[in-house]
């Protein structure tokens, strides 16, 4: 079953094309709730909660550009949704005197992938989402601040703790292993 055909059916309510659509792309979108996730068990509560609300919605999808990217931006809502709910996005200092695009590059980290995304999913929870958009999804700090319901100052303050734990995490285990 092509893509528009097996969307289709989901606005129709079948569950033979749900269990398809969830069967296509519950990979990709569980990778992104495990990036904004504590862990393995939030991930997946956010996963289902993602695709209940794409099958609750998708009758607003219009076949106006990706259907992918249209998933994507869903599961972040609902995901960050959660979070506003919860009020795990707690105000901090905007003057922490950091500079949030320091030279911290993920890239230049001599850290495996796994203990990397373990240390991010350590971060609580308003560093971790802010990092994640920032640095992981390309969002504006604008963007993020209206995504999260704070300031761009808060974003940008969030977004360089987040750095300094990692740089602290990611320096300690140098230490333990030399």
């Known amino acids: 079953?092509?893509?528009?055909?097996?969307?289709?059916?989901?606005?129709?309510?079948?569950?033979?094309?749900?269990?398809?659509?969830?069967?296509?792309?519950?990979?990709?979108?569980?990778?992104?709730?495990?990036?904004?996730?504590?862990?393995?068990?939030?991930?997946?509560?956010?996963?289902?909660?993602?695709?209940?609300?794409?099958?609750?919605?998708?009758?607003?999808?219009?076949?106006?550009?990706?259907?992918?990217?249209?998933?994507?931006?869903?599961?972040?809502?609902?995901?960050?949704?959660?979070?506003?709910?919860?009020?795990?996005?707690?105000?901090?200092?905007?003057?922490m005197g950091d500079n949030p695009d320091s030279d911290f590059d993920i890239e230049q980290t001599d850290i495996n992938l796994s203990s990397l995304l373990g240390y991010i999913q350590e971060l609580p929870n308003k560093y971790r989402l802010t990092f994640n958009l920032y640095v992981l999804d390309g969002y504006s700090h604008k963007e993020i601040s209206e995504m999260l319901g704070t300031s761009t100052g808060t974003s940008k303050s969030n977004l360089a703790r987040a750095k300094m734990i990692l740089r602290e995490k990611i320096e300690k285990k140098k230490i333990n292993i030399a």
Do not use: P
Request: hydrophobic share 30%.
């Open 1 to 95: 079953m092509d893509l528009e055909e097996l969307i289709y059916n989901c606005k129709k309510g079948e569950r033979r094309a749900q269990a398809e659509l969830y069967r296509r792309y519950s990979g990709i979108l569980f990778g992104m709730c495990l990036k904004y996730s504590k862990n393995r068990t939030e991930a997946e509560d956010n996963l289902h909660d993602s695709f209940m609300t794409i099958f609750s919605k998708i009758d607003q999808y219009s076949f106006q550009g990706s259907f992918e990217g249209w998933i994507k931006r869903i599961t972040v809502n609902t995901v960050l949704q959660k979070y506003r709910k919860e009020q795990y996005l707690d105000v901090v200092s905007e003057n």
